[in-house]
Nanobody, 124 residues
Framework: QVQLAESGGGLAQAGGSLRLTCAGSGSTSSRYAMGWFRQAPGKEREFVTAINWNGDSTYYADSVKGRFTISRHNAKNTVYLQLNSLKPEDTAVYYC?????????????????WGQGTQVTVSS
């Protein structure tokens, strides 16, 4: 069992930056691909970015490509999401997710564990 906890959300102005952190605990012996998803009010959860277990492959939604960066520090069981050039449409609850023994995926259904989410609000 793995527990994930996101932090770092908050209020930012358009054009600003935030850094989200996802800390993992529990059974961390597996090799986990990690993903970030977000859900805005009234909308479905959508893929943002993913990284494979050793960090050598990353994937981004077109809407965030060039603005967001995912990274990981396996010794700390931590994944980061750097959000730059924020836009009001980035406002959402951001969730991190872990997929055991698998490659990273763009599909939420492929992930085994989820955090509780952290709110990101971008004002115009």
């Amino acid at each position: 069992q793995v527990q994930l906890a996101e932090s770092g959300g908050g209020l930012a102005q358009a054009g600003g930056s935030l850094r989200l952190t996802c800390a993992g605990s529990g059974s961390t012996s597996s090799r986990y691909a990690m993903g970030w998803f977000r859900q805005a009010p009234g909308k479905e959860r959508e893929f943002v970015t993913a990284i494979n277990w050793n960090g050598d492959s990353t994937y981004y939604a077109d809407s965030v490509k060039g603005r967001f960066t995912i990274s990981r520090h396996n010794a700390k069981n931590t994944v980061y999401l750097q959000l730059n050039s924020l836009k009001p449409e980035d406002t959402a609850v951001y969730y991190c997710a872990a997929r055991a023994w698998g490659s990273s995926s763009l599909s939420a259904g492929d992930y085994d564990y989820w955090g509780q989410g952290t709110q990101v609000t971008v004002s115009s």
